[in-house]
């Protein structure tokens, strides 16, 4: 090998490194932010005596925002450029994130958070494709598992931070303390330019909307529907299992919140290491393998814990099912990645995947009425259906791209 091709090499492999980096911690400030606002909000009600509606509207505005932000900045990306409007994003949620710790009511906080939001949602789409981009075929799922891995280090982050940091800065202090993850993301970014192929479709004339790509003809309509239910499934089965855990270990066996959290934190861990463990698997079987792996993974986990009432059992199979149900975060980025072309590959990503998450907020809701009229038990076991439902979309509208470049 030449000295000129080894440059080249050493050249190309510190950007896929830099932009996996700023990937992954861009996603990181998104698990990190949700976490510390749910954690501050009965500190925040207090002193700007909201209501206990207007406490859980900061919340359901900030996802409204990232919904938003996500089919808003996707879209721009595919038109200017990945590290272009990450740029905007990481300065959008930075500004009114800070503005947040100076917020003197409801509204104007309200405000700041949905702004705010906006900037969080154009994160995992964006830092998806541009991953896709950077890094070589053999090892796209690994490394867009990697991202993935990005929300579960915010939320463990945030899980050490909070307890000793809170009682000291208070809420305010906590907005400022979260600006730091995207000064991280931005420092990391600055340095990078476009990814190659990005360049070279973009030189070229556009004659489509983005999104219009999606559903362009009937093949590619029905990925985009067969991937809307996978997102959907994903975030639905996540959050209504996250947000009721503590509540469910609470009140049928007893555990004080220090051991709610402790069996929660292990269930995290476990979808940690089922993000982590898709992307290899991925790259060495294929997508569909394994995505059909972890769909019945899921479908029998959520079954099997809801039965179990032994607290060592509880404790594993909190983490098997956590590397079930959010494990297969860790194989969207590649898969999109590989069905949609450059022109439309960061809209395909945020739409999709946002869409899906405007669907999965619906998951707790849905989860604690099935809990109030019979059990939280049998909440978790009906969402077995769901992954069912998964397996036959998968099945009848997912193709399988390993190794295909991108286009």
Same mark, same amino acid.
């Given at each position: 090998?030449?000295?000129?091709?080894?440059?080249?090499?050493?050249?190309?492999?510190?950007?896929a490194?830099k932009?996996l980096i700023?990937s992954?911690v861009?996603?990181?400030?998104?698990?990190f932010d949700?976490?510390?606002l749910g954690f501050?909000?009965s500190a925040?009600a &207090?002193?700007?005596h909201?209501t206990k509606?207007?406490a859980?509207?900061?919340?359901?505005w900030?996802?409204?925002?990232?919904?938003?932000?996500?089919?808003?900045?996707?879209?721009l990306?595919d038109y200017?450029?990945?590290i272009?409007v990450?740029?905007?994003?990481?300065?959008?949620f930075?500004?009114?994130?800070?503005?947040?710790?100076?917020?003197q009511?409801y509204?104007?906080?309200?405000?700041y958070?949905t702004?705010?939001?906006l900037?969080l949602?154009?994160?995992f789409?964006i830092g998806m494709?541009?991953v896709?981009?950077a890094?070589?075929v &053999?090892?796209r799922?690994?490394?867009?598992s990697?991202?993935?891995?990005g929300?579960q280090a915010?939320?463990?982050l945030?899980?050490v931070?909070?307890?000793f940091?809170?009682?000291?800065?208070?809420?305010?202090g906590?907005?400022? =303390?979260g600006?730091?993850p995207?000064l991280?993301?931005?420092?990391?970014?600055?340095t990078l330019?476009e990814?190659?192929?990005f360049?070279e479709r973009?030189?070229?004339?556009?004659?489509?909307?983005p999104?219009?790509l999606?559903v362009?003809?009937w093949p590619?309509?029905k990925i985009s529907?067969?991937?809307?239910? *996978?997102?959907?499934?994903?975030?639905?089965g996540?959050y209504?299992?996250?947000i009721? *855990?503590?509540?469910y270990l609470?009140?049928?066996?007893?555990?004080?919140?220090?051991r709610?959290?402790?069996?929660?934190?292990?269930?995290i861990?476990?979808?940690a290491?089922?993000?982590w463990l898709?992307?290899?698997?991925a790259d060495?079987f294929?997508?569909?393998?394994?995505f059909?792996l972890?769909?019945a993974?899921a479908?029998?986990? =959520?079954?099997?814990?809801?039965q179990l009432t032994?607290?060592?059992h509880l404790?594993?199979?909190g983490a098997?099912m956590?590397?079930?149900v959010?494990g297969?975060l860790?194989?969207y980025? &590649?898969?999109m990645?590989?069905l949609?072309?450059?022109?439309?590959?960061?809209?395909?990503?945020n =739409?999709?995947?946002?869409?899906?998450?405007? =669907?999965?907020?619906f998951?707790p809701?849905v989860v604690?009425?099935?809990?109030s009229?019979?059990?939280?038990?049998?909440?978790?076991g009906?969402?077995s259906i769901l992954?069912?439902?998964?397996i036959?979309a998968t099945? *009848?509208?997912?193709?399988?791209r390993k190794?295909?470049p *991108?286009t």
């Amino acid at each position: 090998m030449s000295s000129v091709t080894a440059a080249a090499d050493a050249n190309t492999d510190s950007y896929a490194k830099k932009a996996l980096i700023g990937s992954a911690v861009g996603y990181a400030m998104d698990g990190f932010d949700l976490l510390i606002l749910g954690f501050m909000l009965s500190a925040i009600a &207090a002193e700007l005596h909201l209501t206990k509606a207007q406490a859980g509207s900061l919340v359901t505005w900030t996802l409204v925002g990232a919904v938003a932000g996500g089919l808003l900045f996707g879209m721009l990306s595919d038109y200017y450029g990945r590290i272009r409007v990450l740029t905007w994003t990481i300065l959008l949620f930075a500004v009114f994130t800070g503005a947040c710790a100076f917020a003197q009511g409801y509204w104007d906080l309200l405000i700041y958070r949905t702004i705010a939001g906006l900037g969080l949602g154009g994160e995992f789409g964006i830092g998806m494709a541009l991953v896709a981009e950077a890094w070589p075929v &053999a090892k796209r799922a690994r490394v867009s598992s990697y991202v993935g891995l990005g929300w579960q280090a915010g939320v463990l982050l945030a899980a050490v931070v909070i307890p000793f940091l809170l009682p000291i800065i208070g809420w305010r202090g906590m907005f400022l =303390v979260g600006i730091l993850p995207a000064l991280a993301a931005f420092a990391v970014r600055y340095t990078l330019g476009e990814p190659p192929i990005f360049v070279e479709r973009n030189a070229s004339a556009r004659k489509s909307v983005p999104i219009s790509l999606l559903v362009k003809d009937w093949p590619t309509t029905k990925i985009s529907i067969g991937m809307f239910i *996978l997102c959907s499934v994903q975030n639905f089965g996540y959050y209504g299992v996250m947000i009721w *855990l503590p509540s469910y270990l609470s009140s049928r066996f007893g555990y004080t919140l220090t051991r709610s959290a402790v069996w929660t934190g292990v269930t995290i861990l476990g979808m940690a290491f089922g993000i982590w463990l898709f992307g290899q698997l991925a790259d060495k079987f294929g997508r569909r393998p394994i995505f059909f792996l972890y769909q019945a993974g899921a479908a029998i986990s =959520v079954v099997a814990y809801s039965q179990l009432t032994d607290p060592t059992h509880l404790l594993i199979g909190g983490a098997i099912m956590g590397l079930f149900v959010n494990g297969m975060l860790g194989g969207y980025g &590649a898969l999109m990645s590989e069905l949609y072309p450059t022109e439309a590959r960061a809209t395909a990503q945020n =739409v999709l995947f946002n869409l899906g998450r405007a =669907v999965g907020g619906f998951g707790p809701l849905v989860v604690g009425l099935l809990a109030s009229e019979y059990s939280f038990a049998v909440a978790i076991g009906l969402l077995s259906i769901l992954y069912v439902i998964d397996i036959i979309a998968t099945a *009848l509208c997912i193709p399988e791209r390993k190794g295909a470049p *991108l286009t």
